[in-house]
């Protein structure tokens, strides 16, 4: 089962977490495949985000969970991409990228 | 026509219901096959909300309208499964179904 | 690329455009095929909307990009058709569109 998860609003990123760690738990291990992409403000958790936050995305990252972040929002929101955790993939778009993924079978959600 | 609504804060209820209505007047009887999923705190409405909501409910239930509760938001805000309306449907988890009736080839609809 | 962007509150509008423009630099001139389907409080504005948002949008619908108005939502908000700008395609039902475009390869996106 593959899910794609939008969040453009920093104060989304529990519920995003909770949704994708609630998904995880119900489908079992090896059972999905998650992407989720910020963009808009979405992306200032990514660099400002609380370090509990960041440690539940590094710990869904190491589950095979992608983050990713659209690089216009890291641009408009003067955050350097080397400032980022290393577990952040930058794409050229956010907007492309949920195109992209859906096309390719992944279900869109926004939490 | 297949649609899935998903709601996952309370005040979008009228909003959810108003767009299920035009969307069966316009495609008329029996053209539609529409899933609601609510998790979050959307589930609320399903047990404290108005009686008018409820109403409004039960009345697209009889029109084939499927209303789905997350088990995970039942349990995170302390709602009893025997306490909601009988033509509620609980589901383990409101993620798990989105994705896989968009993967049936149902619509996603934020309203 | 096919993309839909769905819009139900007037205050995503700047949002919605700013992703769509992003979205063409990035994919490239006559690479994708969007279309801007508005809702609920999202149509009022094509009438009442700041000249600087609706000059965005002709400039969008000259390159392509279709804006549309749920002919329901205009009835509840008071809005004549003959007031709208001649770019504004009006549709009987936003979900109906939004469920039939999704039907035929359009990603969903709610910005």
């Not at 453009?8 to 995003?16: K, L, Q």
């Not at 760690?21 to 059972?31: A, C, E, H, Q, S």
């Not at 958790?45 to 590094?58: D, V």
């Amino acid at each position: 089962m593959k899910a794609l998860f939008h969040i453009n609003e920093p104060d989304r990123w529990p519920r995003v977490l909770l949704n994708i760690n609630n998904f995880i738990k119900d489908v079992g291990p090896g059972g999905t495949s998650i992407v989720v992409v910020a963009n808009g403000t979405g992306v200032l958790a990514y660099s400002q985000g609380k370090k509990e936050l960041i440690r539940q995305m590094e710990d869904l990252h190491g589950q095979g969970v992608v983050f990713a972040a659209c690089r216009n929002a890291l641009n408009m929101n003067n955050i350097r991409e080397d400032s980022l955790p290393p577990f952040i993939t930058v794409v050229p778009a956010g907007i492309t990228e949920i195109v992209k993924r859906q096309g390719e079978g992944y279900a869109y959600i926004k939490p």
